[in-house]
């Protein structure tokens, strides 16, 4: 196990470092370059935008700016933010919070209710349930989010009036039931989709189990139905989903963009975005890096989550 | 006749089925998957069924335990189980029979057990089904049962992941499991089937030993006519559905009334002792010659933690002369196969030469090699998987050659000609493999390696998965294809009875090595190390001085 984890350690750390070369060409071979935002204002002159350009360090040789990068990286600095003015750090925390919140709402409802209904439509399989929870995934997968949004939206909050239409909370209101009142909509709306994904995945993932020669010993042995299914089957079919779920870990972070729009959600989607728009290259940097640190890390946790549960790849 | 016994069950019988027929959904090949079947297994007796594939042994045992699919339905009949009719029992009723008054061990004990749980916590689970005892009793009777059935360090063994454990090990587990509430009958479905030849006699020894302390009654399934000889009481033969002859095992061994039993009988490869008379060719000089060859799997540990080496094959020489039979027989992980693997160049040897037709192919690189790949063919074991399911018959035997530069129009006429000869018919040629049976699919695979006229066949457990009759047509296909073609054959098998048909000389391998070589005479009658000793012992149903109890009458 131990080795294991250095294994992956080191994997993790090239990968990251290729990520970071590749990230940091692409972006500087952009037309503009990061001052092309700052030529926009009328009040600049070339002699301006040279003595910036030599402030910021940016007419040494690109290796130069990205060794001087990674090594502030590494320290903990990972540059300032020119729309902003405030440390790329502290911008990605600000919008952290409402993203995780946001997702982990939605994925813990999409992960309970999707999971139930792939247990249930394996079990009952063919079933009217089985049918319409078929027919349901197919209607949320091909209809677009933002679809989804504006109807809420315009149901929810326009007709009936029972949750507000966008933001995180009403400003001067910062108590949690606020909170909570503004997250219910775009929450619900997230999920739709990855209820979908995941009940599919979660049924076809339970027929495989239940086919296995172990569930027919465990029906032998004189076990209740229900914990034939509950300990012997679903313990089982859950293994492929702890995978599945760490691959999307980092989709949760970025995978909100369009939810974030349409509900004026202040997200890391709505960050990188903005920032793009903005040139913001310190910014879109810092969430480049930010996704590929998830990314890594999203299938070290599943990694090692399915060691924890699997015992032949923990003792193996 | 089973037919003829009509009275209730009288209270020496353990399990009374009478008429019983069980109707299969619409669509199928028949309508019913047993009929009218009648049978007792009395008190303290082990019954097998036998039969071969679809002839409706293992629904029978379902049926017993109340597991049937819910698309397989029971039309008529009655299963007394201990007295109680259990047909149209309500399910929760039948549930606290299932591993208290009977209970069942499977074919497969790899995925017979729950791969996320430990041996003590899945026999534990049995008693606590059914509400017997307190934790800590439980875990006591646990550790009693792994010592009954023989598993070494139970203390271990209770805290210990089916991963760990060998085959036999598990299935040891499994008849721990089912013993833990001392259920009247036991049903074993092929319990030894997929196990090696050692192991299944300690294991079939397990069970009469068990079954003889506790007086229980055992329904034992299984194909192998050995495995009845040395296990069974009484007997049932089963054909398509039917219950063809019932009678006690000497009767049926030895004076089979049925046609189908003494063709089962007959079919049953025997070790004759005997050696092939080999076919004359003019030239003498080896078509393949092995020297000291080494294959070494190694895993894990890329930049950090401990490597696993596995030496799989382990300086193999042997040579085969042309139209001569090499077997090659040993347990699993023996490297059996791996040396398949490597002959065909699908696997890079570690060291050594294979020298076929005087020139050494281990060194070849891949597009070396390929000029030469026709002429060494394989034949594999699942007919069913080596077929691609998307493509005709026609397809798969004509691909290879048009690839290697025949013309189309010819390809087909050799095909259709060589599907005749293997015994199909010309129409199969633009038919798909999932319209064929199993013996007739591994006849395609056939077909398929010898569309190139190859020199040499490696056929890897090439009978394996078919049932006794089938695989006694099928070695007798490939003899007679050895007589025409004068092609070598490598015949890789875990099998002795069927090395022994078809083989000139048998290796016998271990741990990646040959430990014995010789005629199949010298193998069976006279082995010469310790191990063959053990593996010819072990074969079911046969005696040490190699004579056979069955009286070969068919």
Redesign the interface.
Known sequence: MRGFLLNRLSQSLILLLIVSIIGFVVLNLLPGGPLAQFGLDPGMTQDDLDRLKEQLGLNRPLWMQYLDWIWRLLQGDWGHSFRDNAPVLSVIGRHLFATLLLMGTSTAIAIAIGTWIGIRGATHRYSLFDHLATVGAMVALSIPTFWFGLVGIYIFSLKLGWVPAGNMYTIGDGSVLNYLHHLILPSIVLSLVHVAIWSRYMRTSTLDAISQDFVKTARAKGLTERRVIMKHVVGNALLPMITLAGVQLPSILTGALVTETVFTWPGMGRLFLDSLGYSDYPVVMGLLMFSAILVILGNLIADIAVAIVDPRIRLG | MAASIQAVAPHDVALSVRDLTVTLPQGMERTHAVENISFDLKRGQILCIIGESGSGKSVTANAI?G?LPRVIRISSGSIHLDGTNIIRMPSEKL??????IV??I?Q?PL????????VGAQID??MA??GVGTPKSRRGRALELLTEVGLPDPELMYHQ?P??LSGGQRQRV?IA?ALALEPTILIADEPTTALDVTTQAQILELVRDIQRRKGMSVMFITHDFGVVAEIADSVVVMEKGRIVEHGSAQQVLKSPSHPYTRRLIAAVPRLTGEDRVPLETANKAPILKVENLVKTYRE???????QRVVPAVNEVSFDLAPGRTLGVVGESGSGKSSLGRLLIKLLDSDGGGILFEGRDIAKLSEAEFRPLRPRVQMIFQDPFASLNPRSTVGHILTVGPVAHGSPYAQAREEAKALLAHVGLDAGAFGRYPHEFSGGQRQRIGIARALMFKPKLLIADEAVSALDVSIQAQILQLLDQIQRETGVSMIFITHDLRVASQICDEIAVMQKGRIVERGPPSQIFLDPQSAYTRELVAAIPGEQPDGTRPVAANG
């Open positions: 335990m597991l549930r606290s029979l299932r591993g208290r209970s069942m499977f497969d995925s017979a057990l729950n791969p996320l749980m430990t689970e049995v089904a059914h992941y991963f760990r499994m499991m894990g540990g890329v930049l950090f933690g401990k």
